[in-house]
């Protein structure tokens, strides 16, 4: 349930608590476009500090339910690694889509803004759904299929290594978003 809930709120919370991206420089947008830093820098540097101050909330919730739990150490270190790939690409999404759809601060109303906001929580719903029901099949394969020497430490590989992948392409897809708003 800890981990459900954080990644609950990484997911739908933290975006809309933690605008300090692009779309907080919406005004300035122009003159980030003049500067002559390569994309992919744009985008960690835009994405950066809400990521960073997500981390700070997931390792915290998390520390704390280690404790009192007292769960396996794999099982710990997956949820640390699927996490906080998580935050990386909810954070980058969400600007990719703004980077698409620009729009001001105060252009917040209407049925596009609507379907937007729909659109993004069904997808975000949807990703949270897919990696639960990926993390019971694989942990259902592991355990069936594999020895044991091999399960507990594939268990953790696969599902932080896909996490950050997906943290990886989310980024890719932002800076390809941001090429495009300075072409």
């Not at 709120?9 to 947008?29: H, Q």
């Not at 919730?61 to 396996?72: D, E, G, H």
């Not at 980058?92 to 937007?116: C, K, T, V």
Request: net charge positive.
């Amino acid at each position: 349930f800890v981990v459900g809930g954080v990644a609950f709120c990484t997911a739908m919370l933290a975006p809309s608590a933690l605008k300090i991206d692009f779309r907080r420089d919406w005004n300035r947008l122009g003159l980030l476009r003049s500067l002559p830093v390569r994309p992919w820098e744009m985008v960690l540097g835009q994405i950066g500090i809400p990521v960073l101050l997500t981390w700070v909330f997931q390792a915290v919730v998390l520390m704390i339910a280690i404790i009192v739990l007292q769960p396996t150490w794999t099982a710990a270190l997956l949820w640390l690694g699927m996490l906080s790939a998580l935050a990386i690409v909810i954070f980058a999404l969400e600007n990719s889509l703004f980077l698409w759809i620009p729009r001001a601060p105060h252009q917040q109303r209407g049925i596009g803004m609507l379907l937007q906001t729909k659109l993004m929580f069904i997808a975000k719903t949807t990703g949270l759904l897919l990696a639960f029901v990926f993390l019971s099949v694989w942990s259902t394969f592991c355990q069936a299929r594999l020895p044991p020497t091999l399960s507990g430490p594939l268990l953790i590989a696969a599902p932080v290594i896909a996490s950050w992948s997906l943290a990886l392409a989310a980024i890719w897809m932002t800076a390809k978003s941001w090429q495009r708003t300075v072409a």
